[in-house]
């Protein structure tokens, strides 16, 4: 994608179809007039009484609790310097947003349009009674020292600026496992920081907590070494400035134990590199571009472990990790603010949680077989579901032992319980998702390219990195459509009615000629048949041309299905095909089979669907909890429609017995775990959330995806194909792009995963022969 295409796109993302990234949503009923007696007046006089009686029930009977404001000036803001407080405001919102899906934690944005540093601070605590926490932002140092100081000193809440400590604490508990794994002690280990700026001092200050001795430590900035003879320092690098006589990067370099990176990009040289001591720890993470690039790193010292900031190498360095979960265990706890043992406490957690084993979730995420602590996994990954239920405990414990707790938490596993809970309001399954079709992206055939939106979802594909696409459709319409929306790159392009391909349409005709010839099938009307695109587009699968396909936009279901199951057919052991949605809802993700194939299944039918679906929600490292839903429970209705399913269950007990399943089910017990415990505590789903419903017939389960699609704006991804033989996926008719996307990359983790089950079993033949 060109830079102004990536420049539109991203104008139109904060643009449409709503400008802004937040929004403030009611959290209680206001349909009648009565509802709103009780939001407004007279109704609201009562808590407004209360809280005047006692501040403290401000928590009680309003946000606050869970409200925090993200505050600049504008003045220091990501890489763009100096823009002000209107400018900043995007980023702010954006900080907002993953302070939502991260920690379930909503913010209100302020820029507040000042410099001085009185104003600043008279601004902030002047509108702090709205709010639970401050998270400052991008304020440049050295005001940015002041104003942290002044506020946590003077305001009985929450107050972090987070590019000062968020980069701090992550990069802390990632410098504790990599000495740990070099075998090297903080305390006597030599480092260097590049940078001087709030982040800089941040982790150096921190470092020492640790244990890191203020001797071992030199810090540079544009200038060079900040050395104490150098005049007119700032109070923050006069306190980091070095007695040694030296003046540069390099010389600083030369034995070091440790770099750390907050500077400027391709500053350090493999010459400075080979003159670290053993075991060199470099965490070279100025964005976008590191002080040395990945690659070139790693390449110049075997020995090294090296973190970035960036997310497509190990050891990320990122501020997600921290803030989002900071903020949580401090609200929780209604923390009067986050103090050095908090934020230490944080790392120990972020450090020790890299240690333990990694949930199959995030391995699949991150295309790994097994992420184990090690040089290449030294912090969490960003996606892993653990951090909410390990760092915010560790948070709230730390403020409770210090002293700056007002509401201590009494039941750890009730609360790791409800932490678990926030995280189901997100959508990170499609983070994950599009992660891992990243890891190894496919090949994947756009049978409909010559279609507007079809086309601008292959080029988000490969822009992104998911998948590699191949364009069928006419030729001069795809191209003309790619100039429109700027998709510059060299993607292979092929039209199937062209005289061009007609020796790939021979080919072609002549290996289904074969398969069919004596199913009515002639020679002719094979070639012939090649010059239909869903046809064309499943050869190309078949002979290996291509590794996925995605078709389905502007035809009908069934007619796309049709030469999906002549030509390509079903896996082996396969006994029919089936799909399954997946939905974003808020109480997480919810899969829904069978969406598209199967009309009025049998009872075997049913158990089939039922252990396709499980083996695709495992696919995404989710362990399935399924209710077989009907309009009865458990034998209440006699009913054929009924009998049907209480069957299927019978026979998924004795052929899956370790398959979490029961019913058969009314939707709301399933779905609701106290009515189901209170009316049914023999099921086998008490206690447990269900993540996977298997309807009794297609009209039911089509018509719930679609409610929830349109009604409640869950975002859809699917149909999923279940039982084929090879990655096919098939749209519904005029998907959104989003949509498309979001099914190219379930096309691409299909292909993976059927690559390594044909790796798999190529291998154990082999042995076997060997043998």
């Known amino acids: 994608m060109s830079k102004q295409s990536k420049r539109r796109e991203a104008l139109v993302y904060h643009a449409k179809p709503t400008p802004g990234k937040i929004q403030v949503v009611p959290t209680k009923k206001y349909a009648t007039q009565r509802d709103l007696s009780l939001a407004y007046s007279p109704g609201v006089a009562e808590p407004c009484l209360e809280i005047e009686k006692d501040k403290n029930n401000v928590y009680k009977y309003t946000a606050k609790g869970n ?127 590049s940078g001087a700026g709030a982040a800089a001092i941040s982790c150096t200050r921190l470092y020492q907590a640790f244990g890191a001795k203020r001797d071992n430590i030199v810090m540079t900035d544009s200038k060079g070494v900040i050395r104490d003879d150098r005049e007119g320092l700032t109070p923050e690098k006069t306190e980091f400035a070095t007695h040694r006589k030296i003046d540069t990067l390099e010389e600083a370099m030369n034995n070091a134990d440790v770099f750390i990176g907050l500077s400027t990009a391709n500053i350090v040289t493999p010459e400075m590199l080979k003159s670290m001591a053993k075991n060199p720890i470099v965490f070279a993470m100025a964005n976008p571009d590191p002080e040395i690039e990945y690659q070139l790193a790693i390449d110049t010292r075997k020995d ?110 009730k609360y790791k319980e409800t932490l678990l809970e926030r995280l189901g309001s997100d959508n990170k399954i499609v983070r994950l998702l599009t992660n891992r079709a990243k890891m190894n992206p496919k090949r994947v055939v756009y049978a409909e390219a010559d279609h507007l939106d079809v086309l601008k979802a292959a080029q988000i594909a490969h822009d992104e990195g998911i998948a590699i696409p191949i364009l069928l459709g006419r030729r001069e319409t795809i191209l003309q459509l790619m100039e429109e929306i700027e998709f510059e790159a060299n993607v292979q392009i092929i039209d199937p009615k062209s005289d061009e391909e007609e020796a790939r349409k021979n080919k072609y005709a002549k290996v289904y000629w074969e398969q069919r010839k004596r199913k009515g099938v002639t020679l002719y009307s094979a070639q012939k048949i090649m010059r239909e695109r869903n046809y064309f587009a499943a050869m190309m699968v078949n002979e290996g041309d291509a590794d996925a396909l995605i078709s389905g936009f502007s035809r009908s279901y069934p007619s796309v299905v049709k030469p999906m199951l002549e030509l390509i057919g079903l896996a082996k052991n396969a006994t029919r095909i089936a799909t399954t949605n997946l939905m974003m809802t808020q109480r997480g993700p919810m899969f829904l089979s069978d969406t598209s194939i199967n009309i009025d299944p049998t009872a075997e039918d049913l158990a089939k669907i039922a252990q396709m679906t499980a083996r695709t929600v495992r696919m995404f490292g989710l362990e399935p909890v399924m209710a077989m839903i009907s309009f009865s429970n458990f034998g209440s209705s006699p009913s054929p429609r009924t009998t049907k399913v209480r069957d299927a269950v019978k026979l998924l007990h004795e052929s899956n017995p370790d398959l979490i399943v029961d019913g058969e089910l009314q939707t709301d017990f399933a779905l609701n775990s106290e009515m189901l415990e209170e009316m049914f505590p023999f099921s086998k789903l008490v206690g447990k959330k269900v993540n996977t419903l298997i309807f009794p017939s297609l009209d039911s389960a089509n018509i719930t995806y679609k409610l929830l699609k349109e009604l409640n704006k869950s975002e859809s991804i699917g149909p999923i194909m279940m039982g084929m033989r090879k990655p096919v996926h098939i749209l519904q008719l005029d998907a959104s792009v989003d949509e498309i996307v979001n099914m190219t990359a379930i096309a691409v983790i299909d292909a993976q995963q059927k690559e390594r089950k044909e790796l798999e079993l190529k291998a154990s033949l082999e042995n076997v022969s060997a043998s």
């Open 67 to 193: 409200l925090v404001a993200v505050i600049s000036n504008g003045t220091a803001v990501l890489g763009l310097g100096n823009i002000g407080p209107e400018a900043s405001k995007p980023v702010m919102e954006g900080k907002g947003l993953l302070f939502k899906i991260f920690a379930d934690i909503d913010v209100f944005d302020i820029e507040v349009n000042t410099e001085n540093v009185e104003e600043f601070v008279q601004t902030v605590k002047m509108i702090a009674p709205t709010f639970g926490g401050i998270n400052l932002e991008d304020i440049k140092a050295p005001e940015a020292f002041e104003i942290e100081r002044r506020l946590k000193a003077e305001l009985d809440i929450p107050v972090m600026h987070d590019d000062q400590h968020g980069t701090a604490i992550i990069s802390a508990a990632a410098l504790l496992n990599a000495l740990e794994i070099s075998n090297k002690k903080i305390e006597d280990v030599k480092i260097v920081i």
């Open 304 to 413: 090294i472990i090296m973190a970035t900031g960036r997310s497509d190498h190990p050891n990320q360095v990122n501020n997600v990790l921290g803030f989002p979960f900071i903020f949580r265990g401090a609200l929780d706890v209604r923390a009067t603010k986050i103090n050095e043992e908090m934020k230490m406490a944080a790392v120990k957690a972020l450090a020790n949680l890299a240690k333990e084993p990694v949930p199959e979730q995030v391995n699949i995420a991150y295309g790994e077989t097994r992420l184990t602590y090690g040089k290449d996994y030294i912090i969490p990954k960003p996606f892993d579901p653990r951090l909410i239920a390990e760092v915010p405990p560790a948070v709230a414990k730390a403020a409770m032992e210090s002293g700056v707790a007002k509401e201590p938490i009494e039941d750890w596993e």
